[in-house]
């Protein structure tokens, strides 16, 4: 096996590793949290240190008495310092995250399994061609292809046409080969 196959092999175990971990940590963590929440930051008083405190009420106890719980000040200074907690009363869809996740997760599953569907196949469609001679040989079989007469190219049939066309890109594609070697030789 190459290194390259076994990098790409590193590379689909360790991506479907990831997106099966993935995949557990986003639904444990689903189900440790509620749709609606009262969220209220507090910021510094006195020698107490800014807190936020998150508590599952209704929209309309959703304020500083109701959420902070236990309250870090004695009782007289409460309303102090709820006049300085910000509470937000927050809504969201966990079914629409999940169904979200599930539609992202199955489309890089559904490509990595593409992607290892073509590493398989891509062996079987590239086959050595016993038809072609090795790129080491070239100058030999140059030489050794018989020459096409010019009134002969012209063929009649579709069939000729087509050889026709495609001895000439044979021939292009072994003249760009050979100078692409040439080139490289020299610069090596």
Not at 4 to 31: E, H, N, P
Not at 63 to 82: I, R, W
Not at 110 to 127: H, S
Request: include cysteine; aromatic fraction near 8%.
């Amino acid at each position: 096996m190459s290194s390259g196959r076994k990098r790409s092999w590193t590379f689909i175990v360790a991506a479907v590793g990831s997106v099966f971990l993935l995949d557990a940590v986003v639904f444990a963590q689903a189900k440790n949290f509620e749709d609606v929440r009262c969220k209220c930051i507090c910021p510094p008083y006195r020698n107490i240190s800014g807190n936020t405190y998150n508590k599952n009420v209704s929209q309309k106890d959703c304020n500083c008495l109701h959420v902070v719980e236990p309250m870090p000040v004695p009782g007289h200074d409460v309303e102090a310092y709820c006049l300085l907690c910000e509470c937000k009363y927050e809504e969201r869809s966990s079914t629409t995250i999940k169904i979200t996740i599930i539609i992202y997760l199955s489309v890089v599953g559904a490509l990595l399994l593409y992607m290892l569907f073509l590493l398989l196949v891509d062996p079987l469609i590239r086959k050595h061609d016993r038809y072609t001679q090795p790129l080491h040989n070239e100058e030999d079989s140059e030489e050794m292809r018989p020459q096409v007469d010019g009134g002969q190219a012209r063929g009649n049939t579709v069939l000729e046409r087509v050889e026709g066309a495609q001895q000439r890109w044979k021939k292009q594609v072994q003249e760009q080969r050979k100078t692409v070697f040439d080139r490289h030789k020299m610069l090596s």
